[in-house]
């Protein structure tokens, strides 16, 4: 059973920083490419980080470039945002991703979402 579990959200006041972690299961986690997107109330779901399979490249929305930091740990089959000097605009519940492609199908996991208010 495929299974993403987002953790480490919650409040924090603007300035502040988050650790979100993202807990991998049911699937070969080394071979999909891992995203965090979010989506704020009234707002499209967003991408906000990418990770390729192996950690060697990254990819980041310029809203949070210089701020987030994504990474991964394959031993541990678990994904990270590093989120610092947050915004009130980072406001969202935030989603762990994994895709792959092959020639014939794509894969893709949703997790359910952890809530990240940036609030004074």
């Known amino acids: 059973q495929v299974q993403l579990v987002e953790s480490g959200g919650g409040l924090v006041q603007p300035g502040g920083s988050l650790r979100l972690s993202c807990a991998a299961s049911?699937?070969?986690?080394?071979?999909?490419?891992m995203r965090w997107y979010r989506q704020a109330p009234g707002k499209e779901r967003e991408l906000v980080a990418g990770?390729?399979?192996?950690?060697?490249?990254?990819n980041y929305a310029d809203s949070v470039k210089g701020r987030f930091t994504i990474s991964r740990d394959n031993a541990e089959n678990t994904v990270y945002l590093q989120m610092n000097s947050l915004k009130p605009e980072d406001t969202a519940v935030y989603y762990c991703n994994a895709i792959r492609w092959t020639p014939i199908k794509e894969f893709v996991y949703w997790g359910q979402g952890t809530q990240v208010t940036v609030s004074s």
């Open positions: 049911g699937f070969t986690f080394s071979g999909f490419t």
């Open positions: 990770i390729l399979n192996t950690g060697g490249s990254t």
